[in-house]
């Protein structure tokens, strides 16, 4: 069973930087994709940024140019670095893991982190 453990939120002014961590602990199979989705309040949970074991990334249209996705596969880590925050980014960040055997068509496995708070105020 993996476990996602979550690190680095907390309150930012607008215009700051915060850098989001997230381990996975057990064993992930070699295909797999890791990132980042957020919900605030009163609305849907929304993707982010993802990189897949490739380091192929992807970014939802409100955060490029301000945030980069990044793992270190050895420690089956992913980071998010967020610069240039504004308060329409305050929600709670979770970290996603998806990972498929090899001849499987679809994700085998979908796994959630429990959520870190991210706030930008002043």
């Known amino acids: 069973q993996v476990q996602l453990v979550e690190s680095g939120g907390g309150l930012v002014q607008p215009g700051g930087s915060l850098r989001l961590s997230c381990a996975a602990s057990g064993t992930i199979f070699s295909i797999n994709v890791m990132g980042w989705y957020r919900q605030a309040p009163g609305k849907q949970r929304e993707l982010v940024a993802t990189v897949t074991s490739g380091r192929i990334t992807n970014y939802a249209d409100s955060v490029k140019g301000r945030f980069t996705v990044s793992r270190d596969n050895a420690k089956n880590t992913v980071y998010l670095q967020m610069n240039g925050l504004k308060p329409a980014d305050t929600a709670v960040y979770y970290c996603?893991?998806?990972?498929?055997?090899?001849?499987?068509?679809?994700?085998?496995?979908?796994?959630w982190g429990q959520g870190t708070q991210v706030t930008v105020s002043s």
């Open positions: 996603n893991l998806k990972e498929r055997r090899p001849l499987s068509s679809s994700w085998d496995s979908d796994y």
